[in-house]
């Protein structure tokens, strides 16, 4: 794949500023770059490499002033890392696109039906009934349940694992390990001290442009429907419990839990190791750092939450900067107390 910087420059709304019939034919960190590669500046802290780069070009905000001569060829944008995921996107998106057919052996039930360019990886199943759309891309040892529907557009990645009656958009991603519709955790005590197991029948929707990460599991409702909105990003190794509803763009990192009956918001953004407990409810544009415990709804849009249990950010650290003296105070107390 081989671009001219005039072509790249129309991709991006750009302008050149060198000689734009220059071809670049692979992307780079700007401190790697070499020639016939493109890279990017948009943080300060990397500005020294673009003086020593071999890129043929390399992108560049539409305010940037160069401090000393150089000898690569810029490209103007108004905004740099945008303009660099872009190209990111168009080269992953070309990858994709080549991926057109059928690989053998792989399984496909004569009731279901799949779109025009589309590709199933060897080894890949696809269930009864299912409704896949044009251009979704299913890799090697995916596994599509019965009455699967799957949007334009969908990449599947390999050994994925989508159960029965699963409902999925279109612009979705399901990386490699990724579980959805799998059995919510619901067991009834007995009187002898045993569990009877509940089924769980509901199953699991994900809207339009949800990224799930690898290994992440999403529960199917025990009755109903457990929700992922529209433009949700989920990070590896998240846990969704059965009748969670994740509002539109929300964030959520590694290791999160989310327990059952949980409502999060909309642009909400959940760090590592989050925990939240069962039938709560998350306001929106609601911010919860790293290893915070949730045992209460939030509901008052836009705090920002940390610690264990979570209390307000600003009531943390005021508490913060008293018990991480504890030590002195408490030496201090003790003396006082032997003059007394």
């Known amino acids: 794949m081989e671009f001219s910087l005039e072509q790249l420059a129309g991709i991006l709304g750009g302008t050149v500023e060198g000689d734009s019939s220059q071809k670049v034919n692979r992307l780079d960190k700007i401190q790697e770059g070499q020639s016939g590669s493109i890279a990017f500046l948009a ?3 990397y500005e020294s490499f673009l003086y020593d780069t071999a890129a043929t070009a390399v992108i560049v905000s539409e305010d940037f002033v160069p401090s000393k001569p150089h000898k690569t060829t810029l490209i103007r944008v108004k905004d740099a890392y945008l303009g660099f995921t872009t190209l990111l996107e168009a080269y992953q998106q070309f990858q994709q696109n080549a991926l057109i057919g059928i690989e053998e052996p792989s399984y496909f039930a004569d009731s279901s039906t799949m779109g025009e360019q589309g590709y ?26 019965d009455r699967v529907t799957i949007g334009d557009g969908t990449i599947v990645y390999a050994g994925a694992k989508i159960h029965a009656d699963t409902q999925i958009g279109s612009q979705c991603v399901i990386h490699a390990g990724a579980v959805l519709g799998s059995d919510g955790f619901g067991f009834a005590p007995q009187e002898d001290g045993t569990y009877k197991t509940i089924p769980q029948i509901g199953n699991v929707v994900l809207e339009d442009q949800v990224s799930i990460g690898a290994n992440t599991t999403i ?22 419990a059965h009748n969670v509803i994740v509002g539109e763009h929300t964030v959520i990192a590694a290791q999160t839990g989310i327990s059952g009956s949980t409502e999060i918001g909309k642009h909400c953004v959940l760090a590592g190791k989050v925990g939240i407990a069962g039938h709560l409810k998350i306001a929106d544009h609601t911010s919860i750092g790293g290893n915070t415990g949730i045992n209460k709804s939030i509901k008052e849009p836009g705090k920002s939450l940390f610690g264990f249990l979570a209390m307000d950010l600003r009531d943390f650290l005021r508490s913060y900067s008293v018990f991480k003296n504890l030590d002195d105070l408490q030496n201090r107390v003790q003396q006082l107390e032997k003059k007394g």
């Open 120 to 145: 199933r990886g060897a080894f890949s199943y696809i269930g009864k009934n299912c409704k896949i759309g044009n251009g979704v891309k299913i890799y090697g040892h995916a596994y599509i349940g």
């Open 43 to 45: 943080n300060a802290k």
């Open 219 to 240: 529960d199917r409702a025990t009755m109903g429907t457990t929700f992922i909105r529209k433009g949700v990003k989920i990070d590896n190794q998240v846990h969704i």
